[in-house]
């Protein structure tokens, strides 16, 4: 089962979802509509709908998640059920989560009258809005519009899960991998790698899947840092979200934004207020903070001072980041 993570669906269409749809194929289809008689499937290209076709690739997605008798397995976009199968003959039970009615009733059909039936148990909607159950592992092959909030509302999932194994665009999978001062460094690559180990498996073409795509695909494994660093995952992405906005500015450049500077200000008010042991909020705003008080100066003061100052995003890591954040929090300057 398969479709392709890396082509955009139309505007308004529903995420895709890994396999083919289970109408017959007519003859006469819709453009963007290819037939695969073999299977008497239509599928919505369009909607980026392909058949992972080689079973090599899903014996290896298989055996890279490292599967136990005892697992309860999420699988997103489950399509017609050939990793799905494969899965259930392996686990304790697999939850596939499918938003198109079509694919349901295909796999439904796939394991209807067979002893595998009674593992698999079919979530039908949204993913990004269902609250995950539990799982173990995870295995999922995404639209190409979603891969970002999936991948983070998994990291932020609790109780956590042993691993997922992801498949992505390429592009997007070496994003997740990349190391500061590569061209592909991102916000993504940072805000992952703080909350997981993240390693690129293989590659996987697009004469793998029927019919191809037109970009080439990747997978991922993703294993959540168990326990997590004691960092505020809002704190945290508020900063790397200014850092990261012009990459190669320097930080100093980057912090002088009067958006910045006026959201900043803001919540350093709002921490001062906090903190302070007069009740009075009109007293706070009198007394503390001082009326020639600017927001700029406290910040250009922080990255000198943390010897950040000409430093740029693209080549800053974790603990880099760590550091900085540590440095503005002390001075009571807040990001969330």
């Known amino acids: 089962s398969g479709r392709d993570p890396g082509s955009r669906g139309r505007a308004g269409a529903r995420p895709r979802a890994w396999g083919a749809g289970g109408s017959r194929a007519a003859a006469v289809t819709r453009p963007g ?9 239509l599928f919505n290209t369009g909607a980026g709908q392909h058949i992972l076709k080689n079973p090599l690739v899903v014996n290896s997605i298989i055996e890279k998640a490292a599967l136990r008798r005892t697992d ?18 392996k686990v304790n039970k697999v939850i596939a989560c499918e938003i198109d009615p079509r694919l349901v009733g295909e796999l439904q059909k796939r394991v209807q009258g ?7 148990e079919i979530k039908v909607g949204d993913i990004l809005k269902t609250d995950l159950p539990f799982f173990d592992a995870c295995v999922a092959n995404l639209p190409y519009q979603i891969s970002s909030p999936f991948v983070f509302k998994l990291l932020l999932h609790r109780p956590f899960f042993r691993c997922a194994i992801l498949m992505f665009q390429r592009e997007f999978a070496l994003r997740l991998v990349a190391k500061p ?5 991102c916000r993504l690559s940072i805000n992952t790698q703080l909350l997981a180990r993240v390693d690129h498996l293989m590659k996987v073409g697009k004469n793998n899947f029927r019919p191809p795509p037109k970009v080439e695909s990747s997978v991922v494994r993703i294993e959540p840092k168990n326990p997590p660093p004691p960092i505020n995952f809002q704190e945290w992405d508020g900063l790397v979200r ?20 006026q959201l900043l200000d803001h919540n350093y008010r709002i921490h001062c207020s ?11 705003f009198i007394s503390v903070i001082p009326e020639n008080f600017k927001i700029a100066e406290k910040i250009q003061t922080v990255l000198k ?23 503005f929090n002390s001075e009571g300057i807040h990001f969330s």
């Open 72 to 89: 309860v397995i999420l699988e997103v976009g489950p399509g017609t059920g050939n990793l799905t199968v494969k899965m259930l003959e």
């Open 181 to 185: 001062g590569t061209k592909l460094y």
């Open 305 to 327: 001072d943390t010897g950040y100052s000409e430093k740029r995003a693209r080549s800053m890591d974790i603990d880099d980041f760590i550091r900085l954040l540590h440095g």
């Open 33 to 41: 509509n290819t037939p695969v008689s073999a299977l008497g499937v």
């Open 114 to 120: 067979t002893c595998l039936a009674n593992k698999l």
């Open 274 to 284: 906090l903190h302070n042991t007069v009740s009075s909020f009109l007293i706070y």
């Open 242 to 261: 200014i850092a990261f906005v012009r990459k190669n500015k320097t930080l100093s450049a980057a912090f002088k934004s009067s958006a910045v500077e």
